[in-house]
């Protein structure tokens, strides 16, 4: 059984850095495509980035690249978003999801698992 549990979000200032953890207590991570997905009030959730199971791929959002970085670790059944040089309209829930199906290159979010999310606030 999949259980995500998020963490590591906080207030920052602009021009900061955080690195937000994902853990699955049911150890089925390491066979799943990964992704972190946040949401701001009054916003549709978007996706920020997403690994391939094996950590072989990566993607990531128009507004994020060359500043977030996820990756990996499987022996610890772990996901991890790197946030740097954050700007306040990164604010928002960061969500981990991950993939229904086993195996795969990309999560979806209409077929994924979710965590409950962490709150992500960059004041200016």
């Known amino acids: 059984q999949v259980q995500l549990a998020e963490s590591g979000g906080g207030l920052v200032q602009a021009g900061d850095s955080l690195r937000l953890s994902c853990v699955d207590s049911g150890r089925t991570l390491f066979k799943r495509a990964m992704g972190w997905f946040r949401q701001a009030p009054g916003r549709e959730r978007e996706l920020v980035a997403r690994?391939?199971?094996?950590?072989?791929?990566?993607e990531y959002g128009d507004s994020v690249k060359g500043r977030f970085t996820v990756s990996r670790d499987n022996a610890e059944n772990t996901v991890y978003l790197q946030l740097n040089s954050l700007k306040p309209e990164d604010t928002a829930v960061y969500y981990c999801a991950a993939a229904k199906g086993v195996y795969g290159v990309y999560v979806e979010g209409s077929s994924a698992y979710w965590g409950q999310g962490t709150q992500v606030t960059v004041s200016s």
């Open positions: 690994i391939s199971w094996n950590g072989g791929s990566t």
